[in-house]
């Protein structure tokens, strides 16, 4: 069985390890989610995006508005979907420290005009481990109730 606390600390490992999420707002057409990379900071966020105007998500977020990333894990053995805030923050302290060669390729430095610094506070979860297909075949042959086994891989987690 796994607790809604090993879900979670797997959730912000794979964060960090893995980096590449769908971004999005939900019930915007123009919000849609897209593919962003994440930037962890600390073991429960907030999560950081660069990203270029123009832009749709940053244009939503100049106010703050409700948001969600999406997660998929590399190798498929989780995922999420995390509800929170997604605001602008260009603070040129916080731009300095999360930059890095992959950020810089996609802008003309630090002050560049385009640059939009997005910072997403989680809020809660939903969160799913998976196993692979050939041990959750092996635990039904065994009498294993598949749906009893999914619950105890699943939690919504508070993340506030």
């Known amino acids: 069985m796994t607790t809604p606390e090993e879900l979670q600390e797997k959730l912000w490992k794979t964060l960090a390890s893995d980096r590449t999420v769908l971004l999005g707002v939900p019930g915007s057409h123009h919000g849609a989610p897209r593919p962003m990379t994440a930037l962890v900071e600390g073991e ?5 995006f660069f990203a270029g105007r123009p832009n749709t998500l940053a ?13 998929v ?68 042959m065994l009498g294993v109730d598949p749906k009893k086994d999914y619950a105890d891989n699943q939690a919504h987690i508070n993340l506030r």
């Open 73 to 140: 894990a590399k190798g498929h053995e989780l995922f999420a979907t995390i509800n929170g805030t997604l605001s602008v923050h260009n603070d040129p302290a916080m731009i300095e420290r999360l930059w890095n060669p992959f950020i810089a390729a996609w802008f003309e430095g630090k002050d560049d005009p385009t640059l939009v610094l997005l910072r997403f506070d989680p809020a809660d979860a939903e969160v799913w481990k998976n196993e692979n297909n050939l041990l959750a075949g092996i635990k039904m």
């Open 44 to 48: 429960h966020g907030p999560v950081w």
């Open 59 to 71: 244009d939503l977020a100049r106010t703050g508005t409700a948001a969600q990333v999406l997660v």
